[in-house]
DNA sequence: CGGAACATTGAGAGGGATCAATGGACGTGG
DNA sequence: CCACGTCCATTGATCCCTCTCAATGTTCCG
């Protein structure tokens, strides 16, 4: 119930190790355009409202000041940086982070395309995490100024600003809960179905997935050790609930992980 | 840096046990008026926007709908109920709860007056948590629909809406530094300090507080056992960091504390 | 005054962190 | 194309922080 109401985020391939992400348009074909329309964009159903006219889907596209490219390990955006745009994410995968004055840091989300990204500088006017690349990425940014405009004229995108920041605030919520109350086998299996609900959302089977970030970053967000990430990973496939390769995970048994976060153990 | 970013959130009362939490006017005063506007509301500089003319002061005035009271233990809201509006809180102090399918539950946050709750339900249109009055509680609601309306027309209330919705981002991220990073010393005096803080921005001296909320809720939102949190208190007491008399707390170290967030032994 | 709810404190156990060493995978340069 | 170095993952051993179970004390309210 509320494991599927969005907990985190993961990028994955389908089947081959090397595929890219993109469902459907290869990137060989955006280069074409210089600009690619939002309404055209194959992604349009997750990040941008439905309901629209056509003519309010043209304004919509004037959102889009530019598109970005972020090497993987680049940042997007850091935590100080000055706020001015939100951005909508096109292909590839980012992790964002905040840190303490001291230096200790933690992985707050994974994000995959179709997902906005920035929500965090609206406050302040400056961002307060980092956004990092785990894999070359493609943005697009849409100044804030520009959308507070538009949404004050077009009702459905106005509130369709409203519905992605609350998602955000729920899924916050859900990741509180799994940081406060639950332990490490239960952390892990929330984490390997909320990456599968997350891939099915965009059109992959989702009983194989190829994750993006090292255990050290699964780790950082679900509040384990990248040993105990490690290690509850090889119990999950001694048990025969998932099948291991590096980074490569066959999920085999979804019930059972199912159990594991509802608190029951085994069946 | 971070810590003073919003975690948490707490009432208190300024020095006298039983002294209510409003600032200046008195409830006596209010019942007085039928309605009263949020032009005239001393609390609007912490839950209004800044920088709106006279006439743009009186749209806003027209987004309460009622004034509701909440008597202690009991919901404003519950998850599942269906979201209409948001809620300012003018008095009281409550807690908003998820809980996860098969009943464990979390503390997601304590709130206080100035402050808006209920955003969580924007987003699929039904609340996710419960919010749960710690003592009896004052709110204004305001129909969202209602504030979707006119923040289409006030630019400086659209931005309004959307820098607390970020606010509240932040804010869950700090939580989320908290519960995978700290430890329960760290945790608690991180607490403590938000709580200053948050005190004084309302006028309150901050070094005496009553805690409206148990030590099972306290730790519920730390991601601690209530024992945890009783023995913690008392190891802050035997170092001379505070003084505790059962919900009385009285800071006599804050720089201390501060130390121990950063991980800081002592000084 | 008695009971319920809450807080404190102690003893013991366990889950996960930490320290440490080994092994693979990948990329770079010879 | 292979060698090497780096980064990452795995696995083991040990320790300790926090949870759990339990008993007692305190406050508040009917």
Redesign the interface.
């Known amino acids: ?3 599927k ?1 969005t907990f985190f985020t993961l990028s994955q391939a389908p089947g081959t190790v090397k595929s890219q992400f993109l469902p459907a348009t290869g990137a060989k074909v955006d280069k074409q355009f210089i600009k690619v329309a939002c309404s055209n964009c194959n992604l349009r159903e997750l990040c941008m409202p439905i309901g629209m006219d056509a003519g309010e889907f043209t304004r919509v596209d004037g959102l889009v000041s530019k598109r970005l490219t972020v090497k993987r390990g680049a940042a997007l955006f850091r935590a100080g940086d000055a706020f001015n745009a939100l951005h909508a994410i096109r292909s590839g995968f980012l992790k964002t982070t ?5 230096g ?1 840091s ?1 992985v ?1 989300g994974f994000h995959m395309a179709g997902e906005i990204i920035g ?6 006017e400056h961002h ?2 980092d956004a990092i690349a785990l894999e070359d990425t493609e943005v697009c940014t849409m100044p804030f100024e520009r959308i ?1 405009e538009i ?3 077009i ?1 459905a995108l ?2 369709h ?3 992605i ?6 899924r ?6 799994l ?3 639950m332990r490490a086998d239960e952390r892990l299996a929330a984490f390997l179905l909320n990456l599968q609900h997350r891939l099915h959302a965009r059109g992959f089977s989702g009983s194989d997935l190829i994750l993006r970030m090292t255990r050290e970053e699964i780790g ?4 384990l050790s990248l040993e105990t990430v490690s290690r509850t990973f090889s119990k999950f496939a001694e048990d025969g609930l998932i099948t291991v390769n590096q980074r490569q995970i066959h999920i085999q048994n979804s019930e059972a992980l199912k159990c594991i ?4 153990l085994y069946h």
């Open positions: 119930m509320l494991a109401a905040v840190s303490s004055a001291n200790q933690q707050t929500l965090d500088g609206i406050a302040s307060t995490c507070e949404a004050r004229e009702k106005q509130h600003v409203h519905k920041m609350s998602g955000e605030i729920v916050d919520q859900g990741v509180m809960l940081l406060g109350n950082s967000y679900l509040g976060v509802s608190h029951e």
